[in-house]
């Protein structure tokens, strides 16, 4: 028997009131579910309801949300005070620390007080969803629901299918899922799943870039926001996430693909962790931050800042990288100048190694 993920008053549990778990909670709500938030630390649990509130009101400010339906996703927001209080849920979405040992502990839990068809799911971020539902009885109604940061902008979610879950898990989450106005896709439990597998470049490939001090992170941030037009550069995007979330994360994928040298990360990455700078939520990361947690940017180098570049060496044109640099108004150099940037697409290979095959790194920068 499986839960009815059409029920109009659909209860979602969620364990952890962190960034993600706020999220999860505030996309139930404004999908016309209640959500019921529980969280170890003290006060926790009322402090995410009270920011989520905040929230709601600044959408019904913008016209984003009617005054009726805001008011109803806030009278549909529950801070519980145990665990216990998640019993008739028929969803629990997990979002603690990104560690097994703990999170098999909090499924088990999670289990004992739950009905024996309340979907269990993990907002995991890496970990095999079969390693955590090795430790419960019912494993066909455990899944991955794996969202994005910041949740109620990010619209995909990916719904893990482990070797036990069953169809009609998938099924509900699915429904569940659209329900909370997300994009669901299913992908297999492996570890990373699709999105944190697939961009796992953008963390290693700028944590290496770094370590090898070829550029400062905010050097390396600038070119791929205001140049690649990503939203974030990877050193803000690490800060943001956490970097008790993102390391341990890369650790996992490194170790699940059995050591995969493209998929390590950098010790400056440890060093972060290592040293509590965690990124915005301790107010230091690669980034110092002011008094309203706003990032403090190092100037830029006038001479990249001034001096956009004009011309660009291309040593081997692959996918059309050549016709891409001279659309963005660059002039393509015969050869190396020793002083104009150098474009390579490491394309199934680390930057690194395609520095080192092309002979990149006998000239001076
Ligand atoms: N931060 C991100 O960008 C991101 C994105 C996708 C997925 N995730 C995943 O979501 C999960 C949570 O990440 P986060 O960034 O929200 O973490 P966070 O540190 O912001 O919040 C975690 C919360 O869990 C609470 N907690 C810890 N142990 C608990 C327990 N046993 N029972 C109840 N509450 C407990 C903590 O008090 C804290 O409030 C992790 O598995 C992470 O990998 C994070």
Do not use: W
């Amino acid at each position: 028997m499986s839960i009815d993920p059409h029920k109009e008053n659909l209860k979602v549990g969620v364990i952890g009131a962190g960034a993600m778990g706020r999220g999860i909670a505030q996309v139930s709500v404004t999908g016309g579910m209640q959500a019921l938030i529980f969280d170890t630390a003290d006060g926790a649990a009322q402090k995410a309801c009270d920011f989520i509130g905040g929230m709601i009101d600044r959408s019904v400010e913008k016209g984003r949300l009617s005054e009726t339906d805001g008011s109803n996703a806030k009278n549909n927001l529950i801070a519980a005070e145990k665990l216990e209080d998640l019993s008739d849920c028929d969803l629990v979405v997990e979002a603690i620390v990104e560690n097994l040992d703990v999170k098999q502990k909090v499924f088990q839990q999670i289990e004992s007080v739950v009905r024996k068809e309340t979907i269990i799911a993990s907002n995991t971020s890496s970990i095999r969803i079969a390693s955590i539902a090795s430790a419960c009885t019912h494993k066909d109604r455990i899944a991955g629901l794996h969202f994005f940061n910041p949740v109620p902008l990010m619209k995909l979610v990916e719904v893990i299918n482990a070797t036990e879950t069953s169809a009609e898990t998938i099924e509900a989450l699915n429904v569940i899922g659209k329900r909370m106005g997300r994009v669901p896709v299913v992908v297999k439990d492996a570890p990373g799943f699709l999105v944190n597998l697939g961009g796992r470049a953008y963390t290693t490939e700028a944590m290496r870039l770094a370590a090898e001090g070829v550029a400062q992170p905010h050097e390396i941030d600038a070119i791929m926001r205001d140049a690649c037009g990503f939203r974030m550069g990877p050193f803000e995007l690490a800060d943001l996430t956490g970097i008790d979330v993102n390391f341990p994360v890369s650790q996992i994928i490194y170790s699940g693909y059995f050591y995969d040298k493209r998929l390590a990360t950098s010790p400056i990455h440890e060093s972060m962790m290592e040293a509590g700078r965690l990124g915005r939520k301790t107010k230091a990361g690669f980034y110092d931050y002011d008094d309203n947690g706003q990032i403090i940017y190092p100037d830029l180098d006038p001479k990249i800042k001034d001096n956009p570049a004009a011309r660009a060496y291309v040593p081997e044109d692959i996918e059309g990288l050549e016709p891409i640099a001279r659309d963005i108004g660059l002039s393509i150099l015969k050869e190396d100048d020793g002083i104009s940037p150098i474009l390579v697409a490491p394309v199934g290979e680390d930057c690194t190694s395609v520095v080192h095959r092309l002979g990149l790194m006998s000239k001076e920068p």
